[in-house]
T-cell receptor, first 111, second 115 residues
């Protein structure tokens, strides 16, 4: 079945540093999504990517949809303590619009 | 926009109790709603997909008689955990989608604890 490989699994960085995480897949997706989940809450949509090669920003976040539609990266610039959380990539596929999730990247930011 | 409200946020109840969780899309019509279960330190696991007015589609291994889903309107879906037991304790999250190629927007989840 479809799977997303997300890396790294976890990151420990200093406040102010830039962060990069990525997702790859053996399958093609029409839409890639990046979510952030805080403890005890549901995921919040950060960025949605619809076109191959698309580069989209949301504040300090930048994400790109790979040209092959099989990969995506998310960059966070100048990290701050509130960036702490788990970041999930997700590919939108299937006739019912099911999401295929990566296993998440846990980000820890040291003040 | 795209706000999804999930209620209750936390439930603690005795074994054998049935628990209903509501998921509402507040500012858009959701053609499809999804129910997930999440174990600690793991990703979301899809339980079922529901479309308004039709029976839910359950993922393999999810008991449809145990987890009853009703999607009565374009803004409301409910998940009822029937005769809940301690092994049903988990974090349940719903999501709503305005169209098949639209992003899913998630509720804040329900922490279910069965004693």
């Amino acid at each position: 079945g479809q799977q997303l490989n997300q890396s790294p699994q976890s990151m420990f960085i200093q406040e102010g540093e830039d962060v990069s995480m990525n997702c790859t897949s053996s399958s093609i997706f029409n839409t890639w999504l990046w979510y952030k989940q805080d403890p005890g809450e549901g995921p919040v949509l950060l960025i949605a990517l619809y076109k191959a090669g698309e580069l989209t920003s949301n504040g300090r976040l930048t994400a790109q949809f790979g040209i092959t539609r099989k990969d995506s990266f998310l960059n966070i610039s100048a990290s701050i303590p509130s960036d702490v959380g788990i970041y999930f990539c997700a590919g939108l596929g299937g006739s019912q619009g099911n999401l295929i999730f990566g296993k998440g990247t846990k980000l820890s930011v040291k003040p | 926009g795209a706000v999804v409200s999930q209620h209750p946020s936390r439930v603690i109840c005795k074994s054998g109790t049935s628990v209903k969780i509501e998921c509402r899309s507040l500012d858009f019509q959701a053609t499809t709603m999804f129910w997930y279960r999440q174990f600690p330190k793991q990703s979301l696991m899809l339980m079922a997909t529901s479309n308004e007015g039709s029976k839910a589609t359950y993922e393999q291994g999810v008991e449809k008689d145990k987890f009853l889903i009703n999607h009565a309107s374009l803004t409301l879906s409910t998940l009822t955990v029937t005769s809940a037991h301690p092994e049903d304790s988990s974090f349940y999250i719903c999501s709503a989608q305005g169209g098949t190629q639209q992003p899913q927007h998630f509720g804040d989840g329900t922490r279910l604890s069965i004693l």
